[in-house]
């Protein structure tokens, strides 16, 4: 039986930005596919670079980025990525329902498959009876819905989701949680970024902790926490920052 | 939340095939875009150029000789229509790109399997439909206002217009991927776009003007423009058809190109 490629393989990635600044520096990285994978690390470590640069959006400087195998330029890749980014940035000129339904189409689905999609998510996330309206008139929670929708529609292996729970109340966030469980229980690869260090350590089959553009150390939690002598990820968190803010 | 039905991954070892091309998607969102805000889209600029074939040509008109036999409020209609398509091409490009970058909802189009060209001939698109119906909306108006015979080289009329929908497409396009806030896209406009028009022979003959400034002026690209429509609609203008052509098609290749350099090297990306 063939094996399956990894869901991502970053070799040697190196972004440097016109201003000069080095958010990452020579970094590899390997999810597995099915994998539950936790990318945690203070703001300006490099996550939403790194991020970015997967999903198109920021040109590398240098480095090699493959999805399932594909260069991660190809139209291959690209349309096995869902992008769930830290903004809301939705498109202010399209109803809640045409934004679904475009996103959809910008990925090649055809007009009747995309709106029978939008429709279901619309219902799923509970934004049915905002289909009509505009992005900028929901909630902020509402708002993250429809990102997170946004970025399933097209039924990606691989999710990306950059502090999907940035900004919203403890019910949602808990309901976010279980639905991504979900969706990795059902063969989705996720990749997440998070502030939420417990549940990092409860939803991620491994983690890794980046600091100023370098992965400083990755594994299961479990192994992490036998490593540092920590209690809890947060433990763990607290030593390796101070130790590379010291270094 | 309900739970969402994830049964059906997309295969990954699987050629990409679309179902309806990317493209279409977005030059359909191009459109949808400004029909959404319709009023101010279309009927705005149809509205102000108007508003110049009124106040210019019936009201103060009879006053002013006609030039090379043709009356005035019929002379400067051409010229009204080249002008009312490359403002409404340079507001559609930067509206749509510049906000799109701002709020950053074209990251969600850069992750999608669109490629670069298809972006751009996608966002180009929407300025040329929007200038299309603006310009379909000025001759509609201002042919039997004016009273002009409509089109007297057709071959040439069209032929032009072509290039100066895509010329003001691409201007638009590449405003909005050249401007860094609002205020940059407002003085682009006023700083550039506005006299270019008003110095591009829209309201006169450049012969009338002493030589210096009649070799001026065709330095000017917007004169080129006014002049193959001029050429198109009356039959004839400051220059001669095939020049005029030439000019406004090698304009529409040149920013075409560069519009292509931003898109293909990556240069909206950070």
């Given at each position: 039986m063939?094996?399956?490629?990894?869901a991502l393989?970053?070799?040697?990635?190196?972004?440097?930005?016109?201003?000069?600044?080095?958010?990452?520096?020579?970094?590899?990285?390997?999810?597995?596919?099915?994998?539950?994978?936790?990318?945690?690390g203070?703001?300006?470590?490099g996550?939403?670079?790194?991020?970015?640069?997967?999903?198109?959006?920021?040109?590398?400087?240098?480095?090699?980025?493959?999805?399932?195998?594909?260069?991660?330029?190809?139209?291959?890749?690209?349309?096995?990525?869902?992008?769930?980014?830290?903004?809301?940035?939705v498109?202010?000129?399209?109803?809640?329902?045409q934004?679904l339904?475009?996103?959809?189409?910008?990925?090649?689905i055809?007009?009747?498959?995309?709106?029978?999609?939008a429709?279901?998510?619309?219902?799923?996330f509970g934004?049915?009876?905002?289909?009509?309206?505009r992005?900028?008139e929901?909630?902020?929670?509402?708002?993250?819905?429809?990102v997170?929708?946004?970025?399933?529609i097209?039924?990606?292996?691989?999710?990306?989701?950059?502090?999907?729970?940035?900004?919203?109340?403890?019910?949602l966030?808990s309901?976010i949680?279980?639905?991504?469980?979900?969706?990795?229980?059902?063969?989705?690869?996720?990749?997440?970024?998070?502030?939420?260090l417990?549940?990092?350590?409860?939803?991620?089959?491994?983690?890794?902790?980046?600091?100023?553009?370098?992965?400083v150390?990755?594994?299961?939690?479990?192994?992490?926490?036998?490593?540092?002598?920590?209690?809890?990820?947060?433990?763990?968190?607290?030593r390796v920052?101070?130790?590379?803010?010291?270094? | 939340?309900s739970?969402?039905?994830?049964k059906?991954?997309t295969?990954?070892?699987?050629?990409?095939?679309?179902?309806?091309?990317?493209?279409?998607?977005?030059?359909?969102?191009?459109?949808?875009r400004f029909?959404?805000?319709?009023?101010?889209?279309?009927?705005?600029?149809?509205?102000?150029?108007?508003?110049?074939?009124i106040?210019?040509?019936?009201?103060l008109?009879h006053r002013?000789?006609?030039?090379?036999?043709?009356?005035?409020?019929?002379?400067?209609?051409?010229?009204?229509?080249?002008?009312?398509?490359?403002?409404?091409?340079?507001?559609?490009?930067?509206?749509?790109?510049?906000?799109?970058?701002?709020?950053?909802?074209?990251?969600?189009?850069?992750?999608?399997?669109?490629?670069?060209?298809?972006?751009?001939?996608a966002?180009?698109?929407?300025?040329?439909?929007?200038?299309?119906?603006?310009?379909?909306?000025?001759?509609?108006?201002?042919?039997?206002?004016?009273g002009?015979?409509?089109?007297?080289?057709?071959f040439?009329?069209v032929?032009?217009?072509?290039?100066?929908?895509?010329?003001?497409?691409?201007?638009g396009?590449?405003?909005?991927?050249?401007?860094?806030?609002?205020?940059?896209?407002?003085?682009m406009?006023?700083?550039v776009?506005?006299p270019?028009?008003?110095l591009?022979?829209?309201?006169?003959?450049?012969?009338?003007?002493?030589?210096?400034?009649?070799?001026?002026?065709?330095?000017?690209?917007?004169f080129?423009?006014?002049q193959?429509?001029?050429?198109?609609?009356?039959?004839?203008?400051d220059?001669?058809?095939?020049?005029?052509?030439?000019?406004?098609w090698?304009?529409?290749?040149?920013?075409?190109?560069?519009?292509?350099?931003i898109?293909?090297?990556?240069?909206?990306?950070?």
């Open positions: 063939r094996e399956t490629p990894p393989s970053i070799t040697g990635l190196r972004k440097v930005y016109r201003d000069g600044v080095t958010a990452i520096e020579n970094l590899d990285l390997e999810l597995a596919d099915g994998a539950f994978f936790g990318l945690l203070p703001n300006g470590a996550k939403t670079t790194l991020i970015g640069a997967v999903s198109n959006v920021i040109r590398p400087s240098a480095g090699d980025l493959t999805v399932f195998g594909h260069d991660y330029r190809t139209r291959s890749a690209r349309r096995l990525i869902g992008l769930a980014e830290q903004d809301i940035n498109d202010r000129f399209l109803s809640v329902r934004l339904v475009y996103h959809a189409g910008y990925h090649g055809g007009r009747k498959t995309a709106a029978r999609r429709d279901e998510l619309l219902e799923t934004l049915g009876h905002k289909a009509e309206g992005a900028y929901l909630s902020g929670g509402m708002q993250r819905r429809l997170l929708a946004r970025a399933l097209h039924h990606p292996r691989l999710l990306i989701l950059d502090e999907p729970t940035a900004g919203v109340d403890v019910a966030r309901e949680w279980r639905l991504v469980k979900g969706l990795n229980a059902a063969g989705t690869t996720i990749l997440l970024t998070t502030h939420y417990h549940e990092a350590e409860t939803l991620c089959d491994e983690i890794a902790l980046i600091a100023a553009g370098r992965i150390d990755r594994g299961s939690a479990a192994s992490l926490r036998h490593r540092y002598q920590a209690r809890d990820i947060s433990e763990v968190y607290d920052m101070t130790a590379e803010a010291a270094s | 939340m739970d969402t039905d994830v059906h991954l295969p990954y070892d699987e050629p990409y095939e679309a179902e309806r091309a990317p493209f279409l998607w977005l030059a359909e969102r191009e459109v949808l029909l959404n805000i319709g009023p101010y889209a279309i009927a705005g600029p149809v509205l102000s150029t108007i508003l110049f074939v106040v210019f040509g019936s009201a008109g002013v000789a006609p030039i090379d036999g043709v009356a005035y409020g019929q002379y400067i209609v051409p010229g009204l229509l080249a002008q009312a398509i490359l403002t409404v091409g340079f507001v559609n490009g930067t509206t749509s790109l510049f906000e799109a970058r701002r709020d950053k909802y074209i990251n969600d189009v850069f992750a999608s399997p669109l490629r670069w060209w298809e972006i751009n001939a966002l180009v698109t929407g300025g040329v439909v929007r200038g299309f119906i603006v310009g379909a909306g000025v001759l509609a108006i201002a042919v039997p206002l004016t002009t015979a409509f089109v007297a080289r057709p040439i009329f032929l032009g217009t072509l290039a100066v929908l895509l010329v003001a497409g691409q201007v396009v590449i405003a909005g991927s050249l401007a860094k806030s609002l205020d940059h896209v407002y003085s406009e006023s700083i776009l506005l270019l028009g008003f591009g022979g829209v309201f006169y003959s450049v012969a009338q003007l002493p030589h210096v400034w009649d070799v001026l002026s065709r330095i000017n690209p917007v080129w423009l006014v193959v429509e001029r050429i198109g609609l009356l039959g004839q203008a220059v001669g058809a095939a020049p005029a052509l030439v000019v406004v090698a304009l529409a290749a040149a920013l075409s190109v560069w519009s292509a350099i898109f293909g090297t990556n240069r909206l990306k950070a």
